[in-house]
């Protein structure tokens, strides 16, 4: 879960992660051992990070969930690949690199402004059983990572409380907790891992997003869909001056452009830890302006804007290799990891609606 804190005392961006989704009831008999007057053994889980199997029946079910955390918590099974009990950490994950962005953005911040508290936060939330709470400590002190907020609801959807916790941003594995949360009107994506490992810098947190139905509405989407291109082409020079309506992750780059500015402040413009990409399949020249326009009208801005006039996304994020890419299509989300993007769709808009019926 993404958030800019908004605490009476700290203030910074909440991210909120989706742990596990199995529900608690399932484990707590099994949590310590096989449940009483069966001989049934032990689940056991293969761990990717150091190759050994131990009982662990409930994390055992976490493999490839997500945490629905602050802004740039891991999946679950990046945290680690599963091993050697309840009361145990988990291995370690392979792609790490997003959460290390944003820590590498907050050490930076913590340099230029020591009493600020306006940083990246990560929330960690799962509708696991509290037992689950020491492992998941563990883990989390054995590796030395900043989250300090838990969220544990034995069961229950923990999509009630992504209010209370002020997200920012809410990613998941689980499709359907992301469209409750997208929903309930909470920027929110449904996380895919890359299908090969590629280099991320480890200085700069790059994010990239795709333009309708993710920072803005669907509107001129739903033309394309409906009436075609020369439609939606007419209708976006007719209203060129007309700002959009703004989509659901609108209020994520906002929160980014206002970390960014803290270094701008600082003249640390050149040395900026954060960079922002709009990556969209729009024409330039004939439907290009209109975007433009909108962020200005916004007091938004991204680094760099790509207008690929109906192009492949993926040869393009392999350029820019951002720790994170958001886009509305599936089919843009399957492209990019396929060349080693970490993609995040969004379950907004028109889109949906061919999604489903394809």
Request: net charge negative; with cysteine.
């Given at each position: 879960?993404?958030?800019?804190?908004?605490?009476?005392?700290?203030?910074?961006?909440?991210?909120?992660?989706?742990v596990a989704e199995e529900q608690a009831d399932k484990y707590a008999a099994s949590a310590l051992q096989s449940s009483p007057g069966t001989t049934e053994p032990l689940a056991t889980n293969n761990c990717k990070g150091c190759g050994s199997a131990a009982p662990d029946p409930i994390l055992a079910q976490e493999e490839s969930r997500f945490f629905p955390h602050f802004p740039?918590?891991?999946?679950?099974?990046?945290?680690?690949?599963?091993?050697?009990g309840p009361d145990k950490q988990a291995c370690r994950g392979s792609r790490e690199h997003f959460r290390e962005a944003l820590e590498h953005v907050n050490a930076?911040?913590?340099?230029?402004?020591?009493?600020?508290?306006?940083r990246f936060d990560i929330v960690l939330m799962t509708n696991n059983h509290a037992q689950v709470g020491v492992r998941l400590i563990?883990?989390?002190?054995?590796?030395?990572?900043?989250?300090?907020?838990?969220?544990?609801?034995?069961?229950?959807?923990?999509?009630?409380?992504?209010?209370?916790?002020?997200?920012?941003?809410?990613?998941?594995?689980?499709?359907?907790?992301v469209q409750e949360a997208i929903e309930a009107g909470i920027a929110s994506a449904t996380m895919f891992t890359a299908n090969k490992d590629v280099a991320y810098s480890d200085t700069q947190?790059?994010?990239?997003?795709?333009?309708?139905?993710?920072?803005?509405?669907?509107?001129?989407?739903?033309?394309?869909?409906?009436?075609?291109?020369?439609?939606?082409?007419?209708?976006?020079?007719?209203?060129?001056?007309?700002?959009?309506?703004?989509?659901?992750?609108?209020?994520?780059?906002?929160?980014?452009?206002?970390?960014?500015?803290?270094?701008?402040?600082?003249?640390?413009?050149?040395?900026c830890p954060?960079?922002?990409?709009?990556?969209?399949?729009?024409?330039?020249?004939?439907?290009?302006?209109?975007?433009?326009?909108?962020?200005?009208?916004?007091?938004?801005?991204?680094?760099?804007a790509l207008f690929l006039a109906g192009a492949p996304k993926g040869p393009i994020l392999v350029k820019i290799r951002p720790h994170i890419f958001f886009d509305d299509q599936m089919f843009h989300i399957e492209g990019a990891q396929k060349l080693g993007t970490i993609a995040a769709h969004v379950p907004y808009g028109i889109a949906q609606k061919y999604h489903k019926s394809a």
């Open positions: 879960m993404w958030q800019i804190r908004r605490w009476q005392i700290s203030h910074g961006v909440f991210v909120c992660y989706y740039f918590s891991p999946p679950a099974h990046q945290f680690g690949e599963l091993c050697c930076r911040l913590l340099e230029l402004y020591p009493d600020d508290e306006e563990n883990s989390i002190n054995h590796y030395g990572l900043t989250i300090e907020r838990f969220c544990m609801t034995g069961g229950k959807s923990p999509i009630g409380y992504l209010t209370a916790y002020l997200t920012n941003l809410y990613l998941s594995a689980d499709s359907e907790k947190l790059r994010v990239a997003f795709d333009g309708d139905a993710v920072l803005f509405s669907d509107e001129s989407e739903l033309i394309v869909k409906e009436k075609g291109l020369d439609t939606f082409f007419e209708h976006e020079q007719l209203n060129e001056n007309k700002p959009l309506a703004q989509g659901p992750l609108k209020g994520f780059l906002e929160d980014l452009g206002k970390l960014q500015k803290k270094f701008y402040a600082k003249n640390e413009r050149l040395n954060i960079r922002t990409f709009l990556v969209t399949a729009r024409s330039a020249a004939s439907s290009g302006a209109r975007v433009l326009k909108t962020l200005r009208s916004w007091g938004l801005e991204v680094d760099e």
